[in-house]
């Protein structure tokens, strides 16, 4: 590691935690627990309707098992707008637009985003 590259990092560390950026590891496992729990609701997310997910009951096969989601969707944005409507990037999509008919809150969208990218 150069000087200049460990004085980035420190000086990256260092407004992180100015600005309230950094969170406990817990805490992030906790939404990633949320967020799976959202997801495999069948009255909420419902993902295993349809999809494979490592860790699900009697899990869908219409549509494409979620596995390396960070390699699929490296703009985690990309993916929470998949999630919100998935038919604004392919208008013959059978996937539910969770944000737009309002199935899901925006924070419910937010957990279930951070679940499904951490596959």
């Known amino acids: 590691m150069t ?17 309230g950026l950094v969170f406990s590891a817990q805490a992030g496992a906790a939404d990633l627990e949320a967020g799976k729990k959202i997801a495999f609701d069948r009255t909420k997310g419902n993902c295993l309707a349809c999809h494979h997910i490592e860790g699900g009951k009697v899990a869908g096969n219409i549509a494409p098992p979620l596995l390396a989601m960070k390699s699929r969707f490296p703009d985690k944005a990309k993916l929470r707008a998949q999630i919100w409507d998935a038919t604004v990037a ?7 637009p969770m944000g737009r008919h309002r199935i899901l809150s925006e924070k419910e969208i937010d957990l279930v985003t951070d679940f499904i990218h951490s596959l």
Request: hydrophobic share 40%; with cysteine; charged share 10%.
């Open 3 to 19: 000087k200049l590259t460990q004085r980035l990092g420190d000086t990256a560390t260092a407004l992180a935690l100015c600005t």
């Open 90 to 96: 392919n208008p013959n999509s059978i996937m539910p």
